[in-house]
């Protein structure tokens, strides 16, 4: 595993619509699909870029995910026929800062219309790996020499990618690529338009379900895999506890672990999340050590049968309702 994506990697009511689920689990499925049809073609990096992408583009996009339904979208490296897909595409979407080897194919490609969802609202640094957790002393000097060799760009590197976890920053996102497609394919710009306008409405739902549906709680903490949750969390007056930092393959340190525990009684914690995508045995092992619960909280990174749900929506709903146990919710 190289620097760049250990420090990246982790790396918004109703159900969406039967046309974008189904389109998007046919075309993510066949690659050969993408490139010089009649409609707007368009390549997506994972799920939540391919969900923007089919549900603002409706009836006149053809989209593929250039990850696989049920792979881990970290782990993604791009084939030689995924990079003919892209120089085909009329645009790609994707989120730069999460999957290095589709950045790097993305800037590659002669494609017209490149559309960084990264760039359409505004990453945060939620850098919440084990060591945030040392303690106090020597902070201030270690941040000093950051500075000194280079701060801003171990910064921008850290910048936490899982704007889709937030609603409201997921519709922002909605906003700009529904710009980028009545720009790329003026045809269409009054339906892209109307099916940007439709999605951001049911995100603002969204975000108001887990406004009212978080804000009388018994606990604000819950304790993560890892790091994915940092805007929701900011986003509804939580806290998270990830085990694990940013990178979901990373192991804590027995250090971390004690901390956990303690913690876990200190602040009422009642569960340990893991998600689809990883395995779940830190957060088992934890849980069953400081004699807590576990149960799923879905980053979203892909779709699979182990989903708590068909589509973005339902998913989200899902890890809403897991929230509301886990934390106590009145």
């Given at each position: 595993?190289?620097?760049?994506?250990?420090?990246?990697?982790?790396?918004?009511?109703?159900?969406?619509?039967?046309?974008?689920?189904?389109?998007?689990?046919?075309?993510?499925?066949?690659?050969?699909?993408?490139?010089?049809?009649?409609?707007?073609?368009?390549?997506?990096?994972?799920?939540?870029?391919?969900?923007?992408?089919?549900?603002?583009?409706?009836?006149?996009?053809?989209?593929?995910?250039?990850?696989?339904?049920?792979?881990?979208?970290?782990?993604?490296?791009?084939?030689?026929?995924?990079r003919a897909q892209l120089e085909?595409?009329?645009?790609?979407?994707?989120?730069?800062?999460?999957?290095?080897?589709?950045?790097?194919?993305?800037?590659q490609t002669g494609i017209k219309?490149?559309?960084?969802?990264?760039?359409?609202?505004?990453?945060?640094?939620?850098?919440?790996?084990?060591?945030?957790?040392?303690?106090?002393?020597?902070?201030?000097?270690e941040e000093g020499h950051a500075?000194?060799?280079?701060?801003?760009?171990?910064?921008?590197?850290?910048?936490?990618?899982?704007?889709?976890?937030?609603?409201?920053?997921?519709?922002?996102?909605?906003?700009?690529?529904?710009?980028?497609?009545?720009?790329?394919?003026?045809?269409?710009?009054?339906?892209?338009?109307?099916?940007?306008?439709?999605?951001?409405?049911?995100?603002?739902?969204?975000?108001?379900?887990?406004?009212?549906?978080?804000?009388?709680?018994?606990?604000?903490?819950?304790?993560?895999?890892?790091?994915?949750?940092?805007?929701?969390?900011?986003?509804?007056?939580?806290?998270?506890?990830?085990?694990?930092?940013?990178?979901?393959?990373?192991?804590?340190?027995?250090?971390?672990?004690?901390?956990?525990?303690?913690?876990?009684?200190?602040?009422?914690?009642?569960?340990?999340?893991?998600?689809?995508?990883?395995?779940?045995?830190?957060?088992?092992?934890?849980?069953?050590?400081?004699?807590?619960?576990?149960?799923?909280?879905?980053?979203?990174?892909?779709?699979?049968?182990?989903?708590?749900?068909?589509?973005?929506?339902?998913?989200?709903?899902?890890?809403?309702?897991?929230?509301?146990?886990?934390?106590?919710?009145?």
């Open positions: 595993m190289n620097v760049r994506r250990r420090l990246i990697s982790a790396t918004a009511v109703t159900a969406a619509t039967a046309l974008g689920l189904g389109a998007l689990s046919a075309c993510s499925s066949d690659s050969a699909a993408t490139g010089n049809t009649d409609k707007f073609d368009v390549v997506a990096s994972f799920y939540p870029m391919a969900f923007l992408a089919e549900q603002i583009g409706g009836d006149h996009a053809n989209v593929t995910s250039l990850t696989e339904p049920g792979q881990e979208p970290h782990d993604l490296e791009i084939s030689t026929k995924q085909e595409a009329d645009a790609a979407l994707y989120l730069k800062g999460l999957q290095p080897a589709v950045d790097e194919a993305v800037s219309t490149k559309i960084d969802a990264a760039g359409l609202t505004t990453l945060e640094d939620h850098g919440s790996t084990e060591h945030d957790h040392a303690g106090e002393e020597g902070h201030a000097e500075e000194e060799k280079g701060h801003a760009e171990e910064e921008e590197h850290a910048r936490d990618p899982h704007i889709w976890l937030d609603p409201v920053k997921y519709a922002e996102v909605a906003e700009g690529v529904g710009k980028a497609f009545e720009k790329a394919d003026p045809d269409h710009a009054a339906d892209y338009k109307k099916n940007t306008a439709a999605l951001v409405k049911k995100l603002n739902d969204l975000n108001g379900e887990f406004e009212n549906g978080l804000k009388d709680t018994k606990t604000k903490v819950f304790f993560t895999n890892h790091a994915a949750f940092g805007y929701l969390a900011e986003r509804y007056g939580l806290t998270q506890e990830a085990i694990s930092g940013l990178d979901p393959e990373s192991e804590p340190s027995a250090a971390r672990v004690r901390e956990l525990q303690q913690e876990a009684k200190a602040d009422g914690v009642t569960t340990v999340f893991y998600e689809t995508l990883v395995s779940d045995k830190t957060a088992k092992t934890l849980a069953k050590d400081a004699k807590l619960k576990t149960d799923v909280l879905d980053p979203l990174e892909g779709i699979t049968d182990k989903s708590r749900g068909d589509d973005y929506f339902q998913v989200m709903e899902a890890n809403l309702k897991a929230l509301r146990a886990a934390l106590g919710a009145k």
